[in-house]
């Protein structure tokens, strides 16, 4: 399963009023300046807001400043250009992450995840095997009339990044993007059908449901579709089969933000 991560970049300038000072003071320029003058008289509290702070560092922003989507939220944020320039991108939402921010993990893989992000983050083996098990329990719910999914004979496994690219890197496979969630691999062992599921370490809950209920999908597929009709199914179909269930889940948990996440990945 792969979900893109896209990291909207755009640079503007903040920039001061235009200067009318040739030929006298036109009404324009009276209007700047009794505004300037107006900010200037306020405590600086009110002159600043949330928007005039860069969203990494949490210093008022100057000059030329970045506009970047958080891919967590997905809101459009300031960043200014030390930040931009200097700190590697959060795996999770895509902004600058300050590296010495309490809080900020670096993952073994090379990944880093901003303090903010890092609270609510998977990070352990025990956790992330609890989420995937009670996230089939909730697929045998939810679907119980219409589909029964495998348990005995799925292995899981939570992996960093470098050892889930290396699967898709397989005879066989192929290797799309370096935002690849998860895999599941199906065999066949003296007649009898085993499914590994490899899950991403790192993600936010939601996304880390999503991605589970994704790939026990596959599983599904795998054990229940006959070969030939495997043949015929294309790759898209059997995808866009594994988001539907993942969605109708983050469905029943009322989780809008990931709906919005699947249906985008469309």
Known sequence: MSR????????????????????????????????????????????????????ACGEVTFGKVY???????????????????????????????????????R???????????????????????????????????LLWRFMAFPETNVTLAIVDRVHLQDLFKFAGNDYHCPNVWGYTQSSTNQGRI???????????????????????????????ISSHRKETLGRDAEEGFCELVSYLLMDAEHDEAEKEMILRNA
């Open 107 to 141: 993952l073994p893989d090379g990944r880093s995840i901003c303090a903010r992000d890092a609270k609510t983050a998977i990070l352990g083996e025990d956790d992330s095997l609890r989420i995937c098990s009670e996230v089939r329990d909730g697929l045998d719910r």
């Open 194 to 224: 085993v499914h590994r599921v490899s899950v991403l370490s790192g993600l936010l809950p939601s996304w880390f449901k999503a991605t589970c209920a994704h790939e026990y999908t596959h599983t599904w597929v795998h054990q229940h």
């Open 67 to 105: 506009l970047v989507t958080d891919a967590v939220t997905a809101e459009k944020v300031s960043v200014c250009t030390i930040c931009e320039a200097i700190y590697p991108n959060c795996f999770l939402c895509g902004l600058p992450a300050k590296t010495n921010a309490p809080g900020f993990v």
């Open 4 to 55: 893109p991560q896209p990291r909207a970049v755009h640079l503007f300038e903040v920039v001061s009023p235009p200067d009318h000072s040739h030929g006298g003071a036109s009404p324009r320029h009276l209007v700047w300046f009794w505004l300037w003058l107006a900010c200037l008289a306020l405590p600086s509290t009110l002159v600043a807001t949330d928007s005039d702070h860069c969203a």
